[in-house]
């Protein structure tokens, strides 16, 4: 079975690992590594220190402007900060596809996009572990699903198994896992199942930094260690072409929705306003000759309802559109929100207003409509996917919350 034969090479090849000699001796080698550690820290303490400072120095009027940012004098300086000091170390072991792979088309493209733009950074990644700030695991958890799990099983033990064992033998030849237990590795994944199969390590699921597109807080997401990335649908692997949407006077559809019927909020939705209203629009199916992307350029509103999972495309759609997500969802934490006011251009319903939702929509005062709009020209850039990466977007937005989260990492030296 293929599924055997490829766990038996991984074996394999995590035995042969740890024959690998070492020609420093271990006493040399830990002094080595806790100065190294102690220079680091106290680099990361500084940091934390500026952050604060930028913050709070931030004026009154600064304060007092509309803007896309929590606070935009902390972020602009911790972004700042992170380009220059910020540093990961990826480990070698494992061989593609499982490892240093990922998805390049479809919704879990940004888990391959990801993986490959850390592993060709000169600008983030060292080769040297004890220059790390950070360590990450670059596996795919999108691979390992299409190599072994068998179709309609349910059965994911043999992707928990396979991450057990790669961690094992991390922690077993490298000192930098046992070192902080963890909490200074990250994981990314964009499947589903990110959430569930990252159980297989308590450690890395209570411990680690895990980067989910899947950031459901009742399913154990935690917001102050974990970090919630966008998902994004490239269907042909093609980078987004962005189709400008009519100006706001222009848009004469109050809120759109289009999709499959999986999870309940989407039938409840369905339920409350499928062929109900002529401006709330919500379809299963779009009518022949009715196109997804104009609907959504000609609609105020985008509702973006979670599915079976909390994450969805439709929520970067909404933003490539220039028309206003609306997130219905109890638990879902959106992409960046520990540095992006997620209220300055969008709105966020919960499941039991759904029947409200032509009043939540028709109360929001026009003024107020049109800085959201032009707020969501602004955040645009935080979304986008480019080839190589460039600055402030969808990648590096993903970086830095991975930063700020090792930023509230101590370790004792």
């Known amino acids: 079975m293929q599924v055997v034969s490829l766990i038996n090479t991984l074996n394999s090849l995590f035995q042969r690992s740890e024959d690998v000699s070492h020609s420093v001796s271990k006493s040399a080698e830990t002094t080595k590594t806790l100065s190294n ?24 009027h600064e304060q007092d402007k509309k803007s896309i940012y929590r606070n935009a004098g902390e972020f602009h300086w911790s972004y700042s900060k992170m380009e220059k000091m910020f540093k990961i170390y990826i480990y070698e072991e494992g061989n593609p596809p499982l490892f240093h792979n990922g998805p390049y088309k479809g919704i879990y493209s940004t888990e391959g996009m990801f993986i490959n733009g850390i592993e060709t950074s000169k600008q983030l990644r060292t080769r040297d572990p004890d220059r790390a700030h950070i360590y990450f695991l670059p596996f795919s958890i999108k691979v390992m699903v299409r190599y072994l799990y068998e179709r309609d099983s349910q059965d994911i033990e043999p992707i928990k198994r396979i991450i057990s064992e790669y961690v094992d033998i991390i922690a077993r030849k490298y000192p930098y896992w046992n070192r902080s237990l963890g909490a200074d590795h990250f994981m990314l994944s964009c499947h589903d199942w990110g959430p569930r199969t990252s159980s297989s390590v308590p450690l890395l699921y209570k411990s680690s930094i895990r980067a989910l597109c899947n950031a459901n807080t009742s399913e154990g997401f935690n917001p102050s260690k974990d970090l919630s990335f966008p998902e994004i649908n490239l269907r042909k692997g093609n980078l987004p072409v962005l189709v400008e949407g009519l100006p706001p006077s222009n848009r004469s559809i109050l809120a759109f929705f289009a999709g499959k019927l999986h999870g309940n909020i989407r039938s409840i939705l369905v339920q409350h306003w499928k062929d109900k209203d002529d401006k709330i629009l919500v379809y299963e199916h779009l009518p022949t000759g009715i196109s997804y992307g104009t609907m959504m350029r000609k609609s105020r509103f985008c509702l973006c309802p979670s599915g079976y999972e909390v994450a969805s495309p439709r929520i970067v759609e909404s933003i490539y559109s220039e028309c206003i997500p609306v997130l219905i969802s109890d638990h879902y934490v959106p992409p960046f929100s520990d540095v992006l006011d997620w209220s300055s251009f969008s709105v966020q319903v919960r499941v039991n207003d759904i029947p409200d939702l032509k009043t939540i929509l028709m109360s929001i005062p026009e003024e107020r409509y049109l800085e959201m709009h032009k707020n969501l020209k602004q955040v645009l850039k935080h979304f986008m996917v480019n080839d190589p990466p460039v600055r402030h977007d969808a990648f590096y937005m993903t970086v830095h919350s991975v930063w700020l989260r090792r930023l509230n990492i101590g370790i004792n030296t």
């Open 37 to 60: 550690l102690q220079e680091l820290e106290a680099g990361l303490a500084r940091a934390r220190s500026g952050i604060r400072n930028a913050a709070r120095n931030q004026t009154s």
